[in-house]
């Protein structure tokens, strides 16, 4: 009889690697916060102009200008931050813009007359936050992204929202509190405590750390510095410049951004201060503002890929200026249902003109369509800064921003027009 086969062992269980998160998620996660810890800045100019007004007694004319020349440079800067970044890196830009940011916000509590508030929060805090515009999330998605690129795009994009949410009713508690100085040294702070993250953790390319791109099947080895960046950035202008589209897109958007940034986010706490409402309450309606400004650009792209592109800007223009005729019937000492309704309705429609507007200078002018689209974002932020010094002076003549209320109501319609007017390109 044989003797008994003993059973077989057990194979080992093999071990389950747990597979980590692609490196680029963390870089999207700290692009995020660095665009969150920066939105500070953006929050804080209106809640500035009544309490600088009464302390320095400087007219708000005065303090729009120092507000327009901040967006002036936001925008105009914006086009050449991804030929820095190309030159000298990601990493290098961003803690330099933040550190700018923050010099220029903290040296405002040292000032004692009107011109070095443009040259600290016009000229420093302009600069440093143009060098973080959109160029800076379009180059992290483009660099680190092949997969999911719209979605970080947008998410990066809600990200200045999403900072105005968290930074507008903490700041204006400070003014109303503590003065406005408190809330200056606040953004500094805020802008400075991301300096850390993005060196430690942020990384010029996916090729630093040894991967490819997240959702790319080879390897992109990393391109050498670009030194043409900024003459490409001036040769897409020039080249733009001669098409009747980029005048009418470049319009379009100034109006964009007179009737959003340099009207409502600059004007409307002043206003609503005005008419009684406590500087606290006028701020959390922006920042409810920018809470559904999320939800109206998520939704601008799912419609920017089913309908047509000029009529979705005409509808948005079109119903921005219907809602801000009826703002100044709206404007009372205390929040009432129908200006919570107007907040809504006008927070759907901040941003929903981008996704249309990056469409169509992609559909006109290919390749170069994301600088092209840099420059149209310059002609934004220089509309904004126009009514941001604009509804100041027009403040101090009139003693009301009525007139500018009404002023910009008309400015959309004649967007929706020029909207209307941008011919179909014909297929090639």
Sequence with gaps: MSPPVPPLAAPEPTPVRRRRPHRAWSVAAVAFLTIIGAAGFASLPGLLIDPLHAEFHWSRGTIGFAVSVNLALYGLTAPFAAALMDRFGIRRVVAAALTVIAVGAGLTVFMTASWQLVLLWGVLVGLGSGSMALAFAATVTGRWFVARRGLVTGILTAAGASGQLVFL???????????????????????????????LLLRDHPADVGLAPYGATEFVPKPPPQRGAARRALGALRSAA??????????????????????VKTHFVPAA????????????????????????????????????????????????????????????????????????????????????????????????????????????????????????????????????????????????????????????
Aim: proline share 5%.
């Design 242 to 263: 001669g098409t009747g589209p980029f005048w009418l897109l470049a319009g379009t958007f100034a109006i964009c951004g007179a009737t959003t940034n340099g009207l």
């Design 169 to 199: 009713p903490l700041l204006s508690w400070i003014v109303d509190r503590h003065d406005w100085r408190p809330a200056a040294v606040t953004v500094a702070l805020a802008a400075l405590a991301v300096v850390p993250l993005v060196w």
């Design 273 to 428: 201060h005005d008419h009684g409402m406590p500087m606290t309450a006028a701020a959390s309606l922006l920042a409810v503002i920018g809470f559904f400004d999320i939800v109206g650009t998520v939704a601008s792209g799912w419609f920017t890929d089913r309908f047509d592109t000029r009529r979705l800007l005409a509808v948005y223009y079109g119903l921005r200026g219907v809602s801000l005729m009826f703002l100044p019937l709206l404007l009372a000492d205390t929040v009432h249902p129908p200006m919570v309704f107007f907040i809504v309705f006008y927070g759907l429609d901040w941003v929903a003109t981008v996704p249309p507007t990056i469409a169509l200078c992609r559909e006109y002018y290919g390749e170069d369509g994301a600088i092209v689209f840099g420059w149209v974002l310059a002609a934004h932020q220089v509309g904004a800064a126009v009514i941001a010094f604009l509804g100041g002076l027009a403040r101090d003549a009139f003693g009301t921003y009525d007139p500018v209320w009404y002023a910009s109501g008309a400015l959309c319609a004649v967007a929706a027009l020029m909207a209307l007017v941008i011919r179909r390109r014909r297929a090639a």
